[in-house]
């Protein structure tokens, strides 16, 4: 009797498990060679610690955040993905409040080896490979479009002007959602910040990060009194074009929807 290991070993020839693949070139080695120090901090030196997006209209996110009417572990206890979500006029408060806690910056990095300022994830190397991007038309005082937060400014870019809901619509495998939320966070990923010092296992830390960042602005959404859908069925690369991603080196890796929880609405099928 062959025993579970040998079965998993020898899969059905026509099924294709590359993630198996990518699991085991992503493991760490005793033997894996390591860079130098300093050729790390060369290269990280050459890498936008947040893409400038210079040119673009600049807001400035204010220093006042929005209080959280929960406790920590109340905010994780209480936290569901909303099953049924309907859009609310936000203030910018509240979308900074979201994003200073999800990868904003928390700390300086004087005493330290790292190179950069910390923020609130932890991140393989203090790398901090990922990028947020959000699109809107419910928040006050700002205009409908999309828009990148760099937490290094504290500031965000509006890169395109006017409401996309239509066609994010038509990306999303639940069409409706884009409908149904005030605002979409995208979660990006710039690979190299990553790749280039761990290889492969890069890949699978950038991912790590964005669920560590996809957590934060669930527990906040939640501590705001406000609800999150957390969206995985996506088509990656109309959403990479939608903001201007090249979707190989620079790519979307998680979506996350908020709004006001509705439990009078219509249902939604999604990340629990």
Excluded at 27 to 37: A, F, N, V
Excluded at 83 to 94: D, E, G, K, N, Y
Excluded at 183 to 206: H, M, P, Q, W
């Amino acid at each position: 009797m062959p025993d579970k290991w040998t079965e998993l070993c020898f899969h059905n020839e026509s099924e294709d498990y590359t993630w198996e693949l990518f699991h085991e070139n992503s493991k760490t080695s005793r033997y894996d060679p390591q860079k130098p120090t300093k050729e790390i901090l060369a290269r990280m030196s050459e890498l936008w610690e947040s893409l400038p997006f210079d040119g673009y209209p600049s807001i400035l996110l204010p220093q006042n955040l929005a209080p959280l009417n929960l406790t920590l572990g109340d905010a994780i206890l209480s936290r569901a993905t909303a099953r049924s979500i309907r859009p609310v006029q936000l203030v910018l408060a509240q979308v900074a409040t979201i994003l200073h806690h999800a990868y904003g910056i928390t700390r300086d990095n004087k005493g330290t080896v790292f190179p950069r300022p910390f923020r609130s994830v932890p991140s393989g190397g203090g790398l901090y490979p990922l990028e947020i991007f959000f699109h809107s038309s419910h928040i006050e005082g700002l205009k409908p479009g999309v828009y990148h937060f760099n937490p290094v400014q504290n500031r965000l870019r509006m890169l395109r002007e006017g409401d996309c809901a239509r066609e994010l619509a038509d990306a999303l495998v639940q069409p409706q959602l884009a409908m149904d939320v005030s605002l979409f966070f995208f979660i990006t990923a710039v690979f190299e910040r990553s790749i280039f010092k761990y290889g492969d296992r890069g890949y699978r830390f950038t991912l790590l990060e964005a669920g560590h960042v996809a957590q934060n602005m669930n527990l906040v959404a939640n501590a705001l009194g406000l609800g999150c859908v957390n969206v995985g069925g996506y088509f990656d690369r109309e959403v990479d074009v939608l903001l201007n991603l090249d979707g190989i080196t620079h790519s979307t890796v998680y979506i996350i929807g908020v709004g006001q929880n509705d439990p009078d609405g219509h249902s939604l099928k999604g990340l629990h």
